[in-house]
Structure formats: C-alpha cells, structure tokens
C-alpha cells in the first residue's frame, strides 16, 4: 500500500527500515474527491503532502486568470513551500485534478524528524532544492523559451501530464492560452499545414 511512498523516500536518501517506519507513522492521510481543495488562498499551508494515488495542481488566480505553477502525479511532494516554513497565509490554491488519496507531513512532524537524525535533514534540504531549481527554472523558461520550446521541453521531461491532464491546464501551465496550445500541437504533428 505505501510502496509509491516509501520508493519516493528512498529515491531521495538511504533511510534505514526504522527511519522509513518513524517516517511514515507522522504521515498523516488524507482523501480528496476531483476539484476539491487541499489549500485555498489565505489559508496556511499546515503540511507539505506526498501524492498516493491521483494528481494536485498547485496555482495562482490573478487578474488574466489562473497560472498553473507546478503539478504532483505519484509518488511526488508539493506545497506551498514559503507558507508552510513561515506559518503564514498562501497566496496559492492546490486542488484535485482527479481523486487523490495522498499524504500529510506537518510542520511539527518535520521538525521532529529534522532533529531526530540527518538523513531527515537531508532529506528537507533536496526537497528545498528541488523546489527552488523547478521554480527558478519555471521562471527563466517563461522569460526566455517560446512556447513552442516550453511545450517540447515539457513533452520531453514530464510526458504523463498530457496523458493525464485536460489541455486548458497544460496550456495555463506554459504560460499560454489554450488557442496558442492547439496551434503549437498543430503545427508540431502537421507540418504541412
């Protein structure tokens, strides 16, 4: 049952079989029905979660709509990672894109599992890692990749999310609206036209 968790766990560090057990007993579970919310803005992000089953979208609604900032498929953490160190209100939402069984890690928990050994501290430090470099990526790829570029470089690294997510949420995901999209996909798979 918590294979998917357990094999994301060891993808980051080595933890022993007590580590993993001290580990998974802090998680905490939790189900969420399509188009539900784990975090709305204004809320505090109280745990960073672990995707089980499903998919989340993390975003921002502004004034041109919603952009898409990153998703979670199996196997993968998000939150809002400034709101839950600091405690402090998100500007952002994450919501179920399909049903989503996934798991809690909560401030406190990490805490304690940061002082207990540091392989839990380094665990915290690549998640923090991995999270900075996808975001400062994110943002360079927007000012500096076209959309068509964008669009190949995520075909290529992240090929589940147009297997598994509706064209409307890729394109807010790129930048772009879901017109320039169906264009790019056009002109890439019928070149003659």
Request: neutral net charge; glycine residues 6%.
């Amino acid at each position: 049952m918590y294979e998917i968790i357990t094999q994301s766990l060891r993808k980051l560090v080595d933890f022993t079989d007590e580590e993993l057990f001290m580990f998974m007993q802090r998680l905490k579970p939790v189900i969420l029905k399509k188009y539900a919310f784990y975090l709305k803005e204004g809320q505090v992000c109280k745990g960073m979660v672990i995707v089980q089953k499903g998919c989340l979208r993390y975003f921002s609604r502004g004034e041109k709509g919603d952009h898409t900032i990153g998703f979670a498929f199996e196997g993968e953490w998000i939150g809002d990672y400034e709101s839950f160190l600091l405690q402090a209100p998100s500007p952002d939402f994450i919501e179920a894109i399909e049903d989503t069984e996934l798991f809690t890690l909560s401030y406190a928990d990490m805490q304690a599992l940061y002082s207990h050994s540091q392989r839990f501290e380094r665990f915290g430090r690549l998640i923090a890692e991995r999270l900075f470099i996808d975001t400062a990526r994110n943002n360079r790829n927007l000012k500096m990749q076209s959309a068509e570029d964008r669009y190949l470089e995520l075909l290529n690294t992240q090929p589940r999310i147009f297997e598994r997510l509706p064209q409307h949420l890729i394109a807010s995901y790129l930048g772009i609206q879901p017109q320039s999209l169906s264009r790019i996909r056009a002109k890439l798979y019928n070149p003659k036209s």
